[in-house]
Structure formats: structure tokens, C-alpha cells
Antibody, heavy 123, light 111 residues
């Protein structure tokens, strides 16, 4: 079964760092674009960042630009989100999402979502 | 790109149709010719799941009572006959230009 599973969330103080990981199972990561999407409990969805199959970064949300970095290790079947200078407003459930395509153009469709990992930013 | 959904709340009687509108502040037509507009549903307590991609293509396993239409800046998700299991929050999302953006969400509830 094709799945992605997030890990690395937790409680962190404002200004500190955290690295989220997304493990792919049931498929090899090589050919697929990947994304991070976050959701404050009870609120809507916000795209955070995305990366193409060959590690070209698609971009970042304005709210995280300069503080977050997306990366991937296809050999290990992992995608990462390095989060620095965390703020209270970064507190959310972070989802890892798999595209059905490379992340550029066609095919396209965010068909696989993980269960999310919770990031709590508090002193 | 700003995505605007309406209505934000949608009470529906089972068996009746439902429709959600999504408008974008810019055209979502990609250089490939497709509209990069997707629809997701987030059922209570679950992760979002893909319903419709590229404006009108149903994702695998999605019942055919769900359909997507539209192009340019105006899109619609239609449910031909709402069932109890369709309860949740429906989001549209544009993926033509980063930062990708979602609509505010439409909460569908059963009357």
C-alpha cells in the first residue's frame, strides 16, 4: 500500500528548530513530487513547501520563507522539512503529501496524504 | 493567487444535489492547457483526500456522483446526490503558481 508517514513533531520553544521527516512506503520516492501542508486545528489548509522528484524546490509559503527548508533523500525514501526560528504561529499539524507526478506539470494530483505530525510552539 | 469558495456552509438533505463554487483571482490555466485546480475533502477526524484534480478528473475510488467543472477562474464541484458519508469540509486548491493556495473551505452538513 502506498503511504507516507510524518514524524519529528513535538513541543519546541519559540526561536528554536525542528526537523520533520516524511517516510515513503509502498513506492519509491524517485519519481514523485512531494509537499508539506499544514493546518492549525479547526482552521483551513496552508501549503508550506514543495519539491520536485529531482530536488528542485518549488517554493515556500511567504509565512515560512527564509526560515524553513525542504529537502529529500531519494535513496533513503525520505522527505524533510527543516524548520528554524519557529514562531507561535507555526504551531499546526503538518501533513506530508505525495503527487502522482514529478511535481512539474502533468501528471498532477495530490493523491496520498499522511496522518500528520503536530508541532507545538510554546515557551 | 486568492481562492474564494462559496458557500462556506452547506446544509443538504440526503439524496439532494449540492454545489460548491471556487473562484480564483487569476487564471489557473497552465501552459500545458490544463486548469490546475483540485478539490479535496476532509472528513471529520481524517486527513484531506483528493476528490478531483485538474479541474474535472476524478481521483481513483471517488464515486461518480462527484464531478468537477470550470476553467480559467471559475470552478464548481457538484455532488449529484448527497449521502451521509459526504459530510466534511471541501477545499479547492490552485497549483498553477507557487505559493499554492487553498480556498477557505466549505462545510457540508446533513440536514
Amino acid at each position: 500500500e502506498v503511504q507516507v508517514e510524518e514524524s519529528g513533531g513535538g513541543l519546541v520553544q519559540p526561536g528554536r528548530s525542528l526537523r520533520l521527516s516524511c517516510a515513503a512506503s509502498g513506492f519509491t520516492l524517485d519519481n514523485y513530487g512531494m509537499h508539506w501542508v499544514r493546518q492549525v486545528p479547526g482552521k483551513g489548509l496552508e501549503w508550506v513547501s514543495g519539491i520536485t522528484w529531482n530536488s528542485d524546490v518549488l517554493g515556500y509559503a511567504d509565512s515560512v520563507k527564509g526560515r524553513f527548508t525542504i529537502s529529500r533523500d531519494n535513496a533513503k525514501n525520505y522527505v524533510y522539512l527543516q524548520m528554524n526560528s519557529l514562531r507561535v504561529e507555526d504551531m499546526a499539524l503538518y501533513y506530508c503529501v505525495k503527487d502522482i507526478g514529478s511535481g512539474l506539470g502533468i501528471p498532477h494530483g495530490w493523491g496520498v496524504w499522511g496522518q500528520g505530525t503536530a508541532v507545538i510552539v510554546s515557551s | 493567487i486568492v481562492m474564494t469558495q462559496s458557500p462556506l456552509s452547506l446544509p443538504v438533505t440526503p439524496g439532494e444535489p449540492a454545489s460548491i463554487s471556487c473562484r480564483s483571482s487569476q487564471s489557473l490555466v497552465h501552459s500545458h492547457g490544463y486548469s490546475f485546480l483540485d478539490w479535496f475533502v476532509q472528513k471529520p477526524g481524517q486527513s484531506p483526500q483528493l476528490l478531483i484534480y485538474l479541474g474535472s478528473d476524478r481521483a481513483s475510488g471517488v464515486p461518480d456522483r462527484f464531478s468537477g467543472s470550470g476553467s480559467g477562474t471559475n470552478f464548481t464541484l457538484k455532488i449529484s446526490r448527497v449521502e451521509a458519508e459526504d459530510v466534511g469540509v471541501y477545499y479547492c486548491m490552485q497549483a498553477v503558481q507557487t505559493p499554492y493556495t487553498f480556498g477557505q473551505g466549505t462545510k457540508l452538513e446533513i440536514k
